[in-house]
Structure formats: structure tokens, C-alpha cells
């Protein structure tokens, strides 16, 4: 009875570890079907600029603007967070346009951006961390923008620190509000995480996420102020064409891309306002705190009854503290 307990459990096994490799392969590589180009997809807002890429004959970027004539300020650059969009800027930009110009772009391959498919590039992957620094600088540089002060929201605060500390005479301040900077997350070799069973695994993580934008009702304290519209913007991407390909690179680079910015935050000398909300149930808010205390040159406020994105759940409060601390004489860019 035991010899054949033994038997039976060595065939479940078995059956447990071709399932684990031959699983992953009935997730389909093939484009999802009747999607289209970002033009057609595009809001009356949307505009789009074309920046150089090496290996490819340029990417193209999506990107809101709020530019007043008169209006003397700094430029403010606004970084979305992972999964986001320039869009989950859209109720903070016309207050803060009053104080300076506001750009906030799609970073690739999310929004309306490019969605770059492995066969596109032939020098530089373009969904590296290198790569997205780049396409920040870039970008500043195709809309003639000399310096600025960064406003990211979670990852798009790390790219905003990551910039500082890259090219900090391009930074002259940072807001950071709720930054993705003490990550715990396993890191594989690259070798592992191009297996042909993670890479499609990581494309039906990839659907799923970006399919239901599962990672936006996380991202609220309370659920129940996310109206259609915001679902509708936040998931803006899933009308493109490759937009599941795209995101698949990214979360298959991602695996091999470990964050840790954490290991320089002393070198980042520029002036800093770290917003956090008190319910953040992403990056925890003592998390936030921690990064602020060790930036030597920031100031740091909690934002009551709001999560991981204030710029869409607590708008005033974050346009308040953001031309405060502009027009404070002892952190003024």
C-alpha cells in the first residue's frame, strides 16, 4: 500500500512540474486583437512630441501642458507611478499652472506613449532604468526646458531622485509624494527572468493588471471615490495597439532591475517636500517618512484620509502644500 502511496504522490509530482513548464506556454504571445494606434485613442487634450532613442527611429510620447503666457514660476515636471498615467495629474495641473508651467508626460510604455515590442530596438533596451532617464531628459530637452522641479508620485519619485542625482544641475527641486524607495522584492539574473516560461507568465501578469487597473482601487483610502471616468483614464492604455507586449517587457526587465536609490538619498542636496498620505496602502507612510529624514534637504508633511496617489484623491491638499513650499523662501527652487 505504501510502495504504491509512494507511486501515486511521484505522478502528482510530476504532473505538478510539467505543468509549472509547460503551463506558461498556453499564455498566448500574439498581440491582443482590435486595438488601436494613441492617436486614435487620444483625449482633446492629449498632444504628443517625438524623442530619440537608440536603435529605433524615435519614440513617441504622450504628454499634457499647462502653459500660461505671464506666468513667471518654475517649470514643474510631473512623474506618474506604476501602472499610472499623465492623467493622474489631471486635477492638480490648472491650480498649478497659476504658479509656473506644468508638463506631465506618459513614461514609456505606459498612457498613450510608445509601446516598443522586442524586435523594434536594435541598441538599448528601452525599458531600463538608464533608458527611462533618458527619455526624462529628453523630453525636457524637446520642449525646451533647461531646469525643473520634478513632482513624482511612487516609481515616477524614484525616476524624480534618480534624475537628481543623474544630472542635478537639470533638478533645481523635488516633490515626492508617497516614494517607492525601500522596496523589498526579489531580483533574478537577467538570464533567468528571459526564460521563455517567466517572460510569458510576466505577459499574463502584465493583462491582468493592466487589463482591470486592479493596482487603482489599492492606490485609494476610500475605493468609493474612483468615478468611471478615472477608471476610464487610468486603463486609457488598453485601447493601443501592443499595449500587453509592451507592458510584458517591462515587467520581465523589471525582474532583473532591482531598485536602490535608498543607498543615495544623502547625496541628493537639491531642495525636497515629501508628501505622504496617512493611508497609504502601498508604500508604507513610516516608509515615506524615513526617506524624507534621510534626504538632507527636505521637508515632509502627512495628508489625513487619502492613500498611495493624493494627487487624484486629495487634490487641494496637494496644489496647497505644493505652492507653499514654492513660496517658501528657505526651499524655493
Known sequence: MFRWLLILLGGLL?????????????????PLPGLSS??????????????????TDGLQIHYLAREQEGVEGPVLVLLHGFTFNAFTWNQVMDDLGEVGRVLA??????GLSAKPVRGEW??????????????????????????AVLVGNSSGATLAMEAALSRPERVSGLVLVNPWVYVNRPSFPAA???LPQLRR?????????????????????????????????TTLHTRVRHWDL????????AMSSPVDVSAHLADIRQPVLVIIGEQ?????????????????????VRVPDCGHVPQEECPEAVVSLVRRWLQAPATSP
Do not use: C
Open 246 to 253: 509592451a507592458w510584458g517587457e517591462l515587467f520581465v526587465r
Open 38 to 55: 494613441a492617436a486614435e485613442a487620444a483625449l482633446p487634450e492629449s498632444r504628443f512630441l517625438t524623442i530619440p532613442h537608440d536603435g
Open 192 to 194: 533567468v527572468a528571459e
Open 201 to 233: 507568465l510576466n505577459l499574463l501578469l502584465a493583462r491582468r493588471m493592466g487589463g482591470s487597473g486592479a493596482l487603482l482601487d489599492l492606490s485609494y483610502h476610500d475605493p468609493d471615490r474612483i468615478t468611471d471616468e478615472r477608471r476610464a483614464l
Open 122 to 147: 536594435s541598441a538599448g533596451n528601452p525599458f531600463t532604468k538608464a533608458a527611462a532617464l533618458e527619455h526624462l531628459f529628453a523630453f525636457l530637452d524637446a520642449k525646451g526646458v533647461e531646469q
Open 14 to 30: 510530476s504532473l505538478v512540474l510539467v505543468a509549472g513548464l509547460l503551463g506558461p506556454f498556453l499564455v498566448s504571445p500574439g
Open 280 to 300: 497609504d496602502r502601498v508604500v508604507a507612510p513610516e516608509d515615506s517618512r524615513r526617506a524624507a529624514l534621510a534626504l538632507p534637504a527636505a521637508t515632509w
Open 105 to 110: 508626460y506618459d513614461q514609456v510604455p505606459y
